[in-house]
């Protein structure tokens, strides 16, 4: 039915890669291709091995607009998943513009230099798709993603108004680390160290990082202090849905976890600028002066989120917690999936956070070979028919459970 090209091969890909191998009557020819290309051939040996299909793999530098573009003329994919890091997104929808391939991703464009992240880069493409007559499918994994899904279903489904909106995002699991991010733990920090912000009445609000917190109880996991962050997400679903009033999103962190940042924060490891290092020459003899970025430097000593999966118990729970109006009553409204790190583990090799981000990722390219989400232009998940994809989200290991007019603490 479609050719597809994976593009990354990290904790996300690998997930992502497993479902796309699991459902190949609708992916019939894949392609996975990275920076570092042996991690892409053990990948597709594995999935070849245990699902009998053919991937294929590629070295590409995703930076690279160029050598895109010269994979895509070669290959001709129908769509690429992108699955490397948000600083790739712009190069990568500039090659599928000039190569005629549609697009999706998990994360928005963040530029190298500055901790930032916004859809204004992204959404700066809508003109050139729409005529191009190709679809961009923005922010395609669990937050967003999911979570802009469950809003778009609440919508359709149970109200006329949506008034309130709070995300939660809650990772009560245990990897047995002193430190460890549960994904790239470059764009992790970078996004937990920034200001917190949310939206009410028509304005952001800008916080302190990590300044508002409360605890908030999540269905077979109990009180976890959660904190509000600043999510991708809300910038595009207050304007989808215009009649949000306040719409905040929320993370919870472990008091060891929050100790740790603080102190990395404090000796400059989370610094995102060039610092000048003295490294020993590789011919050995003597030092040359290097640059290096703090930040960089620690991921390349943390452990790798994908190893993380071995040892990791509990579970994420991950939902929405919405408020508003129906037939002029007021109505409540939880729709959350909860997801064990070990039976993702088991299926997949990888933790949790990696499973709720690449099934989602597959269940939207699975939307868009079926012909379920295609129109031309750059889309937010919102605005495709939630239906098909929550449907599939019981199918596909991420079931989801609700609660009409309980409590939200919010
Ligand atoms: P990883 O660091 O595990 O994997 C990133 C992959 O991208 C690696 O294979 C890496 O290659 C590859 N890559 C990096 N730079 C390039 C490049 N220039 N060219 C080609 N390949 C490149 O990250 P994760 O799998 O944890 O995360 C993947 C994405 O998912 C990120 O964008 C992240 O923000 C997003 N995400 C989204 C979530 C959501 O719910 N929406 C939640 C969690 C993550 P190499 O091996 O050479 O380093």
């Given at each position: 039915m479609g050719r597809l090209l994976i593009i990354g091969a990290g904790g996300v890909a690998t997930v992502a890669a497993h479902k796309v191998a699991q459902n190949k009557d609708i992916f019939t020819e894949v392609k996975i291709a990275s920076r570092t290309e042996s991690k892409c051939k053990a990948l597709a040996e594995v999935l070849n091995k245990k699902y009998g299909t053919n991937v294929t793999t590629a070295q590409v530098d995703a930076d690279s607009v160029e050598q895109l573009v010269a994979l895509m003329s070669d290959?001709?994919?129908?769509m690429v998943l992108n699955l490397?890091?948000?600083?790739?997104d712009l190069a990568i929808m500039e090659a599928c513009l000039q190569t005629g391939c549609n697009y999706m991703d998990t994360a928005n464009y963040e530029p190298k230099d500055e901790a930032h992240f916004e859809y204004s880069w992204q959404w700066a493409y809508r003109e050139r798709f729409e005529k191009a007559g190709l679809c961009a499918i923005l922010?395609?994994?669990?937050?967003?993603?999911v979570t802009s899904i469950y809003t778009a279903y609440a919508a359709k489904h149970h109200f006329d108004e949506i008034q309130y909106l709070d995300i939660v995002d809650c990772?009560?699991?245990?990897?047995?680390?002193?430190f460890a991010t549960n994904f790239n733990p470059e764009i992790n920090i970078r996004e937990i160290t920034q200001k917190g912000l949310y939206y009410e009445n028509g304005k952001y609000i800008e916080t302190e990082p990590m300044e508002i917190h409360k605890p908030l109880n999540y269905p077979n996991i109990g009180p976890k202090e959660s904190y509000l962050l600043h999510h991708e997400e809300i910038e595009s679903l207050v304007i989808n849905y215009p009649t949000i009033k306040r719409a905040r999103f929320w993370m919870t962190f472990g008091q060891q976890y929050l100790n740790y940042l603080d102190v990395i924060q404090n000796i400059g490891m989370a610094r995102i600028d060039e610092v000048e290092y003295k490294a020993p020459k590789a011919d050995g003899s003597g030092d040359e002066v290097v640059k290096i970025v703090p930040l960089q430097f620690l991921k390349a000593v943390l452990?790798?989120?994908?190893?993380?999966?071995?040892?990791y118990d509990g579970e994420t729970s991950i939902g929405c917690r919405i408020r508003g109006l129906r037939g002029g009553e007021e109505h409540t409204y939880y729709v959350y999936n909860n997801c064990s790190h070990q039976a993702a583990f088991e299926e997949t090799g990888m933790q949790g956070v990696s499973y709720t981000t690449g099934v989602p990722a597959m269940i939207g390219a699975m939307m868009f070979f079926k012909g379920l989400w295609n129109k031309p232009g750059v889309h937010n998940?919102?605005?495709?028919?939630?239906d098909p994809f929550m449907e599939q989200l019981n199918k596909q290991g991420l079931p989801w459970h609700e609660i009409h007019d309980g409590d939200l603490e919010l």
């Open positions: 290959y001709k994919p129908e490397a890091l948000p600083y790739q922010g395609c994994g669990f937050d967003p993603g990772n009560a699991g245990n990897h047995h680390k002193a452990p790798n989120p994908q190893d993380l999966g071995q040892n998940v919102e605005e495709f028919d939630p």
